[in-house]
């Protein structure tokens, strides 16, 4: 299975992963479901900044270009946001094992992501054991917003079904539970306007199927602090067809807390590509 055709696949993964919207303690619920999104998309205007954590692990399987393989995942991301500033790091480490035409091969590619303004840097190495390398390019709007994980939580929640579950803590804040029933349509929508293009098969509304989503919004200001999600995906064009099943869990928390991004020194001479898309 071409390997660089499977990362591309992957990238799909992400963008699905971007949409994906503690211990129980038991607490009464005391406001309605149609209270709960009304708070949480009044929410926006109140967050600064915010730390976040995502983990995603999941499989693929089937054929590419004739050719049989399967692809186990892991994905791990974790950094800090500055919406005011319009700023973002991010570092995330993914793990694939692939099995294709009786050969097996496990990689590991770390990257590192900053997002200043106007520019952007990404730091990774070429292959493993080589030396990072970073690229920079020009951030536009329609980019910065394909990245935001904390808005894009809350834009998943127009046109959707919310049910409030129970009350649960996480990090130590109280928050409501609820189940998440989103417009398909507007799921499928947004994946294409974020990831289509780059895509080696092209997503359906039938691509995304047994999707559910938990989210946890805290009581007091209804800010989005953990999501969980579980989804299968499938691509069919021609004889070829892939079907993988993935779960991502999310965290957000130290909401407007006073953070600095500073680029490292290694990206400071990083080779400029032009836009970056």
């Given at each position: 299975?071409?390997?660089?055709?499977?990362?591309?696949?992957?990238?799909?993964?992400?963008?699905?992963?971007?949409?994906?919207?503690?211990?129980?303690?038991?607490?009464?619920?005391?406001i309605t479901d149609q209270e709960l999104?009304?708070?949480?998309?009044?929410?926006?205007?109140?967050?600064?900044?915010?730390?976040?954590?995502?983990?995603?692990?999941?499989?693929?399987?089937?054929?590419?270009?004739?050719?049989?393989?399967?692809?186990?995942?892991?994905?791990?991301?974790?950094?800090?946001?500055?919406?005011?500033?319009?700023?973002?790091?991010?570092?995330?480490?993914?793990?694939?094992?692939?099995?294709?035409?009786?050969?097996?091969?496990?990689?590991?590619?770390?990257?590192?992501?900053?997002?200043?303004?106007?520019?952007?840097?990404?730091?990774?190495?070429?292959?493993?054991?080589?030396?990072?390398?970073?690229?920079?390019?020009?951030?536009?709007?329609?980019?910065?917003?394909?990245?935001?994980?904390?808005?894009?939580?809350?834009?998943?929640?127009?046109?959707?079904?919310?049910?409030?579950?129970?009350?649960?803590?996480?990090?130590?804040?109280p928050c409501y539970v609820a189940e998440?029933?989103?417009?398909?349509?507007?799921?499928?929508?947004?994946?294409?306007?974020?990831?289509?293009?780059?895509?080696?098969?092209?997503?359906?509304?039938?691509?995304?199927?047994?999707?559910?989503?938990?989210?946890?919004?805290?009581?007091?200001?209804?800010?989005?602090?953990?999501?969980?999600?579980?989804?299968?995906?499938?691509?069919?064009?021609?004889?070829?067809?892939?079907?993988?099943?993935?779960?991502?869990?999310?965290?957000?928390?130290?909401?407007?807390?006073?953070?600095?991004?500073?680029?490292?020194?290694?990206?400071?001479?990083?080779?400029?590509?032009?836009?970056?898309?």
């Amino acid at each position: 299975m071409n390997k660089v055709a499977i990362l591309v696949i992957l990238v799909l993964l992400v963008g699905i992963a971007a949409a994906a919207c503690g211990g129980g303690d038991g607490g009464s619920v005391d406001i309605t479901d149609q209270e709960l999104i009304e708070g949480i998309l009044a929410s926006v205007d109140a967050q600064e900044t915010s730390r976040f954590e995502m983990d995603l692990d999941g499989g693929l399987k089937g054929t590419m270009e004739g050719e049989y393989g399967e692809i186990d995942l892991i994905m791990d991301c974790d950094g800090v946001i500055d919406m005011v500033d319009r700023e973002m790091q991010a570092d995330m480490s993914t793990t694939m094992k692939i099995s294709a035409e009786g050969e097996q091969d496990e990689m590991t590619i770390p990257m590192r992501m900053y997002f200043l303004g106007d520019m952007g840097y990404m730091g990774a190495p070429e292959g493993p054991g080589q030396p990072e390398e970073w690229i920079k390019g020009d951030m536009s709007q329609e980019l910065w917003e394909s990245q935001q994980l904390l808005s894009q939580q809350i834009d998943f929640l127009r046109g959707a079904e919310v049910r409030i579950l129970r009350t649960e803590s996480v990090k130590g804040t109280p928050c409501y539970v609820a189940e998440i029933s989103p417009d398909m349509d507007a799921l499928y929508e947004m994946i294409r306007s974020q990831v289509g293009g780059a895509l080696v098969f092209e997503p359906t509304k039938d691509s995304i199927s047994d999707y559910s989503a938990t989210g946890w919004y805290a009581k007091d200001t209804y800010f989005p602090m953990r999501s969980y999600v579980e989804y299968e995906v499938t691509f069919e064009e021609g004889g070829d067809r892939l079907t993988g099943r993935y779960t991502v869990d999310m965290l957000f928390y130290d909401y407007n807390e006073p953070v600095s991004i500073q680029l490292p020194p290694e990206a400071e001479d990083a080779l400029y590509i032009g836009p970056l898309t």
